[in-house]
């Protein structure tokens, strides 16, 4: 078996805040702690959970857009997280990513055709102008665009068309991984069913593996084969999508499944209604971290953190309940 | 008996590139104790509707035309005191966003204070242990410490509660919802649809919510009313339009949206795609505003717009093609 | 399109039309060129049809009736305006007319100049710390501690050390201006790296310096133009009141602050001398500081217009 695409051993960031009047009481934010997995080539890995619980921060690890606190992020055998400048600017170019806001993430001032030429140039990719201009074009029919379009500025187009323009940008540099961080998740019911379709298709077409990071569970189950779920800062469940979604085994797993509201009137569901809200990452509880929330807590969770375990069939769940005996 | 009756409202703007007609001609009623909600996406007018009926639409640049008759009254017809009056107190209305929507530098208790204070006339001490009232009913943990709060003090969940005790606290007999939990992760979501439905048992009040979450929808609404580019589109009771939905946007809207379980039920297709973009609506519109995205649409379509039709049951569209009557599913 | 016109004769029975809709609101005309600029940024047309016509009073000033600002007339000393002097004369007997026309010379080139180069420097130090951590301690609090001094003051002093002429007292402006600009620059630069197309670029391979080039400097422009109007109105009036106090321009060249020094000791008996050079500075002030306003309205869109 050929070694992963990308892996993820025990990343952790913490970011510092600054308190009293010359910064000298530092505290931490936990926003990543200790988190690992691997994506295989062409394969679409989920990073899901609610908002503050570290997935876009884990996003932007990988793309290394900060230095992270601990760990190791490697893209297919090296290690890029303490790559020299140099090295990492050739690895960029396999990963690249998409953002949520389709308003902010292009800028404003240039043309589509040189946002779309921006990486073309970086890594050399073109040999000569008109390879440029016949990549630049093949792009835009790439992502179903007009080729009119690249003489236009952002502000001209809607938010499905900018996020177009963004997979075309991400798409540009050839990569092997695009994180797609919340990719689809401004956009409008029907431009969002365009944007999943296109990814699919692409991911089809070139063989891209996908880290999805969201918190549409509907959408995720549609795009995805394999699932991390994350709270505060750490993975609490992964699994393929089968078992995830038919067999969720993580109590957070199974509370947030059971609480999105299903587009069928008279549905009958049971959900599991969390009491509280997310404790904050700048001090997590101790032990288990969904201990606060938990329908299932027991005296072990309030001091010892349960880790990652297989349960077969590729689902590994932190949580004590596995390690009791089935009754 | 209809609450509130809502006749061929057109709400525009003057911007410097041409009008845009947000809201035009739409028309609709909710009964006492009704839940409808008003579903599309962005731009399509369902938050001008609101804000008409509020009367929150800033005139100029905005006008408001129609009729709209809440309990006898068109209020459009009143003056700006007549209608702060019902602001708040008849009528009240939740945003999305709870922390621009609350006043920062006041104690939530302060808050609901002063809306009671205003509009039903009690003094501080009985709005006071109204307030911590309207904390419990909307389970708030620990009323007496919340009320001494401030808005930043509390969690998402905690604020979009306490907006909702703000507007339940007059006993209104219309609530309106701007996507009330479209800015709340999945599991506070779920807190707050369990409290709405709750509330809405007990308190009796109207609710139109406005939300593009079919889902949201499916859960707490009677009757849905489908708007695209200012129109209404199509209006049914809720098992209704989500069985058979009859209008090719609709169809195509309950079509882009995956269903969870899908993928274990092996129905996981492609989704459905609305190919093409929303119309401009500073540019006038000929014939129907959906024939540029319909896969149905014909040189009828493309001329003449549709007027709104019994298809069903309680059931219209506005479509030329739409099948009417019984549709087996 | 395959569009064919439907025959209204030929419609199905029973087809049911949206009802006709009348339209509530005039329609707008879209109007390009001055009038269009005018309706929709009437600041920045009013600012700037000023502001042109003082530039152009400047720039002609020859050339509109004025006899030479410096040439003394004992004879006709504190005149009234009247048909020959328009503005009067002051107690050596100057046209005041003259020199006020000549004295827009020195006010727009002080005001545009120290825009220039305090934005153009400002510029390039709120970038490097807003780039650069080690940088960004040193000059921030350096420049924390020229502020501290009020910027009239620090024009003072540096105008003591050196000659009065309007290159010095461009200068003395300009590093005085220079940290409130550099200070602006720096906070745009922090929140602009923040914006996800930066992030896209540096995962797309682009170089810092090419993403300062490309991304950081192009959106700092709108900020740093509106920013460098009220540069430019604030310099004119420092200038004044250095030539004022006889700390700027030398007397031989006619300025607004000159003539108004000048004509201080007879403000209650012949207050023309004064009015006119106030006028002018306010007017000038004024129109600068309308097309700051407008621009910030018409480059910022999220800025709700306010008017």
Known sequence: MSPPLLQVNDLKKHFPINKGLFGQQTEWVYA?????????????????????????????????????????VILDGQRIDDAHPSTMRQMRRRMQVVFQDPFSSLNPRMRVRDILAEPIRNFGLAKSAEDLEVRVTTLMDTVRLPREALNRRPHEFSG???????????????????????????????????????????????????????????????????????????IVEVAPRREIFAAPRHPYTKALLSAVPLPEPG??????????????????????RFHTRCPFVFDRCRIDEPELRSTGNGQWVACHLETLPQV | MALLEVENLQTHFRTPSGINRAVDGVSFHVNEGETLAIVGESGCGKSVTSMSLMRLVPEPPGKIAGAIRFAGRDLLQLSDREMRAIRGNEISMIFQEPMTSLNPVLTVGRQIRETLMIHQGLDKQAAEAHAIEMLTLVGIPEPKRRVREYPHQLSGGMRQRVMIAVALACNPKLLIADEPT???????????????????????????????????????????????????????????????????????????????????????????????????????????????????????????????????????????????????? | ??????????????????????????????????????????????????????????????????????????????????????????????????????????????????????????????????????????????????????????????????????????????????????????????????????????ACGTRTPMIILRHI??????????????????????EAILSFIGAGTPPTIPSWGNIMAEGRALWQVKPYIVFFPAAFLSVTVLAVNLLGDGLRDALDPRMAKSL
């Open chain 3, 217 to 238: 400097l192009p959106n700092t422009l709108a900020p740093m133009l509106v920013q460098a109007t009220y540069i430019c109105a604030s310099a004119m009036i420092t």
């Open chain 2, 182 to 329: 479209t800015a709340l992760d999945v599991t506070i979501q779920a807190q707050i649809l369990k409290l709405m439905l709750g509330l809405k048992r007990r308190v009796g009040a109207a609710i139109i919510l406005i939300t593009h979450d079919l889902g949201v929808v499916a859960e707490i609404a009677e009757r849905v009313m489908v708007m695209y580019a200012g129109r209404k589109v199509e209006e049914a009771p809720v098992a209704e339009l989500f069985r058979s939905p009859r209008h090719p946007y609709t169809q195509g809207l309950l079509g882009a949206v995956p269903k969870l379980g899908s993928s274990l039920a092996g129905t996981a297709t492609r989704l459905a795609e609305i190919p093409g973009q929303v119309p401009d609506l500073r540019k006038p519109i000929i014939g129907c505003v959906f024939a540029g995205r319909c896969a149905l649409a014909t040189d009828l379509c493309r001329q003449y717009a549709p007027g709104l039709e019994e298809k069903g049951p309680r059931h219209i569209a506005a479509c030329h093609y739409a099948a009417k009557g019984a549709v087996a599913a």
């Open chain 1, 267 to 288: 549905a009958q569901r049971n959900p599991i209604i969390l009491g509280g809200d997310v404790p904050s990452p700048i001090h997590p509880p101790n032990g288990c």
């Open chain 1, 32 to 72: 990543v702690d200790g988190v690992s997995f691997e994506i295989a080539r062409g394969e679409t890995l989920s990073l899901v959970g609610e908002s503050g619980c570290g997935k876009s921060t884990v996003g932007r690890a990988i793309l290394r857009l900060f230095e992270i606190t601990a760990g190791q």
């Open chain 3, 1 to 202: 399109m395959t569009d064919t016109t439907v025959n209204p004769q030929s419609l199905p029975a029973g087809l049911v039309l949206a009802p006709q809709l009348p339209e509530i609101l005039r329609p707008v005309k879209i109007r390009r060129g001055f009038i269009g600029l005018l309706r929709g940024h009437p600041t920045v047309a009013i600012g700037g049809a000023l502001l042109l016509t003082l530039v152009l009073i400047a720039v002609f000033a020859p050339y509109l009736g004025t006899v030479d600002p410096t040439a003394l007339a004992p004879a006709k000393r504190t005149r009234a305006p009247s048909i020959d002097f328009w503005f009067g004369t002051d107690v050596l007997g100057r046209d005041i007319y003259s020199r006020v026309m000549f004295g827009a010379r020195v006010s727009l080139t002080v005001g545009l100049s120290v825009a220039i180069f305090a934005s153009s420097i400002g510029l390039a130090i709120g970038i490097v710390s807003g780039f650069i951590r080690w940088a960004d301690g040193i000059l921030m609090r350096f420049m924390d501690g020229l502020m501290s001094i009020p910027p009239i003051l620090l024009a003072i002093a540096l105008m003591a050390l050196t000659r009065g002429s309007v290159g010095n007292v461009i200068l003395a402006i300009t590093i005085a201006e220079i940290p409130r600009v550099s200070r602006l620059v720096r906070s745009v630069v922090l929140s602009l790296r923040e914006q996800p197309y930066v992030d896209a670029a540096v």
């Open chain 1, 160 to 234: 499905g068309q900018r996020q177009r323009i963004g997979i075309a940008r991400a798409l540009a540099a050839e990569p092997e991984l695009i994180v797609c961080d919340e990719a689809v998740s401004a956009l409008d019911v029907s431009v969002k069913a365009q944007i999943v379709n296109l990814l699919q298709d692409l991911q089809q077409k070139f063989g891209l593996a996908l880290l999805f990071i969201s918190h549409d569970l509907a959408i995720v189950e549609h795009m995805t084969h394999r699932v991390a779920v994350m709270y505060l800062g750490k």
